[in-house]
């Protein structure tokens, strides 16, 4: 009996490492997307004049279309994008 509560808190275990890793992957996308976010902001900015202190809607919509064109396949992503997004912009209250 004893071997069987080991074996299946080693299942449970490798489990959790599959878990942490998969949430690992998700956290190096989103770090990825919020880098090539920042670029494409820096690039905007730079080109139409948009205020850095308050990018309002051009700025939302912008990134949203950026994401658009790089295709990514899941609304997931996208719509985690925008949550980040907005807890930010209410943190920095605005």
Do not use: C, W
């Amino acid at each position: 009996m004893y071997y069987g509560l080991k074996s299946r808190n080693k299942l449970k275990n490798k489990g959790v490492i599959k878990n942490i890793m998969q949430s690992q992957k998700v956290l190096t996308r989103m770090k990825k997307l919020e880098k090539e976010i920042r670029e494409l902001r820096i690039g905007i900015h730079s080109q139409t004049g948009i205020s850095m202190v308050k990018p309002g809607k051009e700025m939302h919509k912008a990134a949203l279309d950026f994401l658009k064109l790089k295709e990514i396949p899941d609304k997931i992503e996208i719509s985690s994008v925008e949550l980040v997004r907005k807890e930010r912009k209410h943190a920095r209250g605005y």
